[in-house]
T-cell receptor
């Protein structure tokens, strides 16, 4: 089966600019996640979608980050305006179930590495 | 807040030896634990998982052990190979939160 697809792989922007990331989950996976991974740390959940509805966005900095999954398949994550501390890898993951449980492990894409200068 | 952490940031082992990567968790309510492997430039890859009602689960060359008494999770890799070199993360969740919490990772280096 095809994995989680993300683009672009790399992005370099200046602070205060905007950027968008795209994710296509594994076919049939209802749940989609966006994680932020700062160098040397574990991934941190930003937002979780169940189909096209938001399950959890409690750790999403909503003053600058936004995400959507309009048709319940692909998703985009946007940052506007970017700050230096947003430099990180942005990972998209998908799973079949709503809860990352025993029979519904998360499958991750290879991420987008964002550098803000 | 409650978190998942790791004892050793870097583990170096000889090729062919067994590796043990440890993880401590603080949330006694967590009921599901996962180990992920992350190679450079790639996303985390699922290795093995275990529910809180189990003490041990085995996969191909990997075994996860869960000690709920001391809130400790470990990943054992048998006959470690160069391809096992990566950063390993443990993660936990509980049904009520839907949120997977990752630790900071352990880097495994396999010496030829």
């Amino acid at each position: 089966e095809a994995g989680v697809a993300q683009s672009p792989r790399y992005k370099i922007i200046e602070k205060r600019q905007s950027v968008a990331f795209w994710c296509n989950p594994i076919s049939g996976h209802a749940t989609l996640y966006w994680y932020q991974q700062i160098l040397g740390q574990g991934p941190k959940l930003l937002i979780q979608f169940q189909n096209n509805g938001v399950v959890d966005d409690s750790q999403l900095p909503k003053d600058r980050f936004s995400a959507e999954r309009l048709k319940g398949v692909d998703s985009t994550l946007k940052i506007q305006p970017a700050k230096l501390e947003d430099s990180a890898v942005y990972l998209c993951a998908s799973s079949t179930g709503r809860v990352p449980g025993y029979n519904s492990p998360l499958h991750f894409g290879n991420g987008t590495r964002l550098t803000v200068t | 807040g409650e978190s998942v952490g790791l004892h050793l940031p870097t583990l170096s082992v000889q090729e062919g030896d067994n590796s043990i990567i440890n993880c401590a968790y603080s949330n006694s309510a967590s009921d599901y634990f996962i180990w992920y492997k992350q190679e450079s430039g790639k996303g985390p890859q699922f290795i093995i998982d275990i529910r809180s009602n189990m003490d041990k689960r085995q996969g191909q060359r990997v075994t996860v052990l869960l000690n709920k008494t001391v809130k400790h999770l470990s990943l054992q890799i048998a006959a470690t190979q160069p391809g096992d070199s990566a950063v390993y993360f443990c993660a936990e969740t509980k049904d009520s939160s839907y949120k997977l919490i990752f630790g900071s990772g352990t880097r495994l280096l396999v010496r030829p």
